[in-house]
């Protein structure tokens, strides 16, 4: 059974860290490309970061590029998200999501989806 589990949500003040991780089962993160993507209330989903597990590529939506670091650990079949100097406006619902497409951006080129983890970034 295909399931990506997302972990490490949490609320953290301005200026703070915190690091999301994405656990895939039922397949190898191999040949793929994992992506992070995050909806805030009342807001379209959105393309934060992706991987391409082929080559090790990564991607950045330019408003985190600087602060979000993607990376994988395919011994673990985990990738994360390193997110730094947070912003209250990265307030949303992460997910993380396996596609078929390096450097896609694109929800419809992601075929399997976790369920979410909620960061929340408020003093």
């Known amino acids: 059974q295909v399931q990506l589990v997302e972990s490490g949500g949490s609320l953290v003040q301005p200026g703070g860290s915190l690091r999301l991780s994405c656990t895939a089962s039922g397949f190898t993160l191999e040949g793929y490309s994992i992506g992070w993507f995050r909806q805030a209330p009342g807001k379209e989903r959105e393309g934060v970061s992706c991987?391409?597990?082929?080559?090790?590529?990564?991607y950045y939506a330019d408003s985190v590029k600087g602060r979000f670091t993607i990376s994988s650990d395919n011994a673990k079949n985990t990738v994360y998200l390193q997110m730094n100097s947070l912003k209250t406006a990265d307030t949303a619902v992460y997910y993380c999501?396996?596609?078929?497409?390096?450097?896609?951006?694109?929800?419809?080129?992601?075929?399997?989806w976790g369920q979410g983890t909620q960061v929340t970034v408020s003093s």
């Open positions: 999501a396996r596609g078929f497409t390096q450097g896609s951006f694109y929800s419809a080129d992601y075929d399997r």
């Open positions: 991987i391409s597990s082929h080559d090790g590529s990564t």
